[in-house]
């Protein structure tokens, strides 16, 4: 542990809504002095089980990781899951679950666009659409620019795509976490402030739906994020140390698909980390 100073544990491939394939991603670590690391693609473990088999013992420490979109009556969590066993079929019923739910909304996606505006797409472009392993908004929203609807993925999706909403297509946050568990891995939620759209969790209602998850068995927070101010980042650190939970952190890097930069999670210097960061990295690298 004592050579791990910087890490970044939250970033997305071509697996999932990201541009850059996993080989890319761990070229790009290397590069960027990143010592540990975890692709966290949605509801996909493929992009981890391709780094497992190139990765070398002269490689960034990896871990394995997801990043599953729940939902309940309660609202909508991302729970990250890591250090899974890849092989577990724990693990990999989430995962269907999972990308059962998003082909179905994409579908429902095309449907809808098609039928209030008219926006129609070639059946190639549907077929190489629906065949990415795991086709979401933003595939759907750079296909639209492609085809002029659209100036943007951005506006394509808040415009447009955004127009349609689903409230039980989606796993439960119990079912993420019992399954990432049952996979031997560690279940964290990911940018706990953020809920649905533009929804900013705080204060009391932070905490209760923290103590809920925990009640599920979330075993950690993302104290550290790319799009934390200090204020939230404060009030996740201070909940961990109440509770007593792991804290990791992570840039949510996307490739071009997002303005985030790899490594960017506003972590401080390794002497500053908190107890709960130290305590999973050590979980982790045993």
């Known amino acids: 542990m004592q050579n791990i100073k ?31 690391f975890s692709i966290t693609d949605h509801d996909a473990i493929k992009g981890c089980i391709t780094i497992l088999d190139c990765i070398t013992g002269d490689d960034p420490k990896f871990i394995t990781g997801a990043e599953f979109s729940c939902r309940d009556e309660e609202g909508k969590y991302h729970i990250l899951g890591y250090n899974y066993d890849p092989n577990s079929k724990s693990i990999q019923d989430v995962v269907d679950l999972g990308h059962g739910y998003r082909m179905k909304k994409v579908m429902a996606r095309l449907d809808y666009i098609k039928e209030s505006f008219g926006f129609d ?98 075993k950690g927070v993302e104290g550290f994020y790319s799009g934390f101010t200090p204020k939230l980042c404060q009030m996740m650190l201070r909940l961990a140390e109440k509770y007593d939970l792991y804290v990791t952190a992570g840039s949510d890097y996307h490739g071009r698909n997002k303005l985030v930069i790899l490594g960017d999670n506003n972590l401080p210097e390794k002497s500053e980390w908190p107890k709960g960061l130290t305590e999973f990295i050590g979980k982790v690298i045993l």
Do not use: W
Request: net charge negative.
């Open 6 to 36: 910087k890490i970044d544990l939250h970033m997305h491939s071509v697996v999932s809504d990201g541009t850059d394939t996993p080989g890319e991603i761990l070229s790009k670590v290397k590069s960027s002095g990143i010592d540990m």
């Open 121 to 218: 797409f070639s059946k190639e472009d549907i077929d190489n659409l629906l065949s990415l392993p795991n086709p979401g908004k933003p595939h759907i929203g750079n296909l639209m620019v492609k085809y002029g609807y659209a100036p943007s993925k951005e506006e394509a999706i808040n415009k447009y795509i955004n127009g349609i909403r689903f409230k039980s297509e989606y796993v439960r946050p119990e079912e993420a976490i019992q399954g990432i568990i049952e996979s031997g891995g560690i279940p964290v939620l990911a940018h706990p402030p953020y809920g649905s759209g533009d929804q900013l969790i705080l204060g009391e209602e932070m905490e209760d739906r923290l103590k809920r998850l925990m009640d599920f068995g979330i």
